[in-house]
């Protein structure tokens, strides 16, 4: 029997905002404070604001592509389940993990009961903090990347999506942010 892939919902205003390529830049400098934002957390039902977590913990800013509730990024689905199954390595070092989508509220709802987050999964449905940081987009969804700031709030390692490499390994990770506390 042949099944077909339900792309109801993919033709919204946020995937044609978003249609267009425009490259991520390496705009953030390293050993700079990002910008602050506060975004819904759907995961937790409160909203968060970046500057809260300065002077508290380290945080991963893992900013990544989903469609809708029902299509995933390709290249991003199989770095949600490894961050999420490997999330409490982080909480062991006591780092925060805030994934940042660009899905809606109920959308993403769906994706934190479906795929049973652990982490704070934040929702961004215009793209906002995703054109602050200029990591780019494609194809009706901003490009992935990763961030690592210190317990101040400083960008001590970041890493842009690029064809070669999508979104940077749980390992390279926890590496960089073992390499914070030496």
Same mark, same amino acid.
């Given at each position: ?83 999420? *199954?490997?999330? #409490? *390595? ?14 809606? #509220? ?77």
């Amino acid at each position: 029997m042949l099944t077909s892939t339900d792309f109801s919902g993919l033709l919204n205003r946020r995937f044609f905002n978003n249609f267009l390529p425009i490259p991520a830049t390496y705009y953030l400098q390293m050993g700079l404070k990002t910008p602050d934002f506060q975004l819904p957390d759907i995961t937790n039902s409160q909203s968060v604001r970046l500057s809260n977590y300065r002077g508290n913990c380290p945080v991963v800013l893992a900013f990544t592509r989903i469609f809708t509730e029902k299509q995933y990024c390709p290249l991003c689905y199989p770095h949600i389940k490894a961050l999420n *199954e490997r999330y #409490e *390595e982080f909480v062991q070092r006591g780092v925060e993990v805030l994934m940042i989508t660009s899905t809606d #509220e109920q959308q993403s709802q769906t994706v934190v009961k479906d795929l049973g987050l652990k982490m704070p999964l934040l929702c961004d449905p215009n793209c906002n903090t995703f054109r602050r940081y200029k990591l780019g987009q494609a194809l009706g969804a901003p490009l992935p990347a990763q961030l690592i700031l210190d317990r101040d709030g400083i960008l001590r390692y970041q890493h842009l999506f690029s064809f070669l490499e999508s979104n940077a390994g749980i390992d390279k990770l926890l590496t960089e942010l073992d390499q914070l506390n030496t």
